[in-house]
């Protein structure tokens, strides 16, 4: 009997001390580097406006339909750019559903942004990402974008393209990954130089 009271002691005690350091210590440990390290994105990596309002993360695509803005990639998730709904449309290569989604997608993208019939289109500007909030777009999605959007504002086009290659971000370490646009900053930009409403 001493045994099985003294095993149930020493569990209880092992339990306690492992509750105490695995869901106590160490996440307030975590918290705390993150917030004394890098704390833009251990908070969401948050835009701030001007005016001091959050307009987004840089983490997550947000839906701008205005002729004024760039516009990001199409969404499968929830109801479109859904945080709580992440997540692609789970179409294969041969579902007919998807082949026609596509051809749809960029019959609008070519009429959106004036282009001739055959354009050729960028895969990002009429597909999905996996999780369905990318919120970046290709340099070459947001150059064909700029005329839209400089027209639209009124603005000269090598300005709104000028925004774009500072926009642009490099392959992380020079290797990885591809060119991209952030959608966000690059309209908050748009905005810092001609201010337009709705999105």
């Known amino acids: 009997m001493k045994t099985i009271l003294k095993d149930l002691a020493t569990a209880l005690l092992v339990t306690a001390v492992l509750t105490i350091l695995l869901c106590g210590a160490y996440p307030a440990a975590v918290w705390a580097a993150g917030q004394a390290l890098f ?19 840089t983490l997550l695509a947000q839906n701008f339909s205005s002729d004024k ?17 992440s ?7 041969t579902s007919q559903k998807l082949s026609d989604s596509i051809k ?5 993208y070519r009429d959106s ?5 055959d354009a050729a289109v960028p895969a990002d500007a009429v597909t999905s990402s996996a999780s369905g909030l990318d919120p970046h777009i290709s340099p070459e999605n947001a150059q064909i974008q700029a005329a839209r959007v400089a027209k639209a ?7 709104v393209t000028a925004l774009v ?12 990954g591809e060119a991209g646009v952030n959608v966000l900053r690059l ?11 709705g999105k």
């Open 187 to 197: 309209n908050l930009a748009l905005d810092a130089i001609s201010p337009a409403a």
């Open 104 to 108: 749809a997608a960029v019959k609008a």
């Open 165 to 176: 290659t500072a926009a642009t971000e490099g392959r992380d370490l020079g290797i990885l």
């Open 113 to 117: 942004n004036g282009l001739a019939a």
């Open 87 to 93: 997540g692609g449309t789970n179409f294969g290569p």
């Open 153 to 159: 504002r009124a603005l000269p086009l090598e300005k």
């Open 69 to 85: 803005y760039f516009q990001p990639r199409p969404s499968a998730a929830g109801t479109g750019y859904d945080a709580t709904s």
């Open 39 to 57: 704390p833009a994105k251990a908070n969401g990596s948050l835009v701030v406006g001007a005016d001091g309002t959050v307009r987004g993360s």
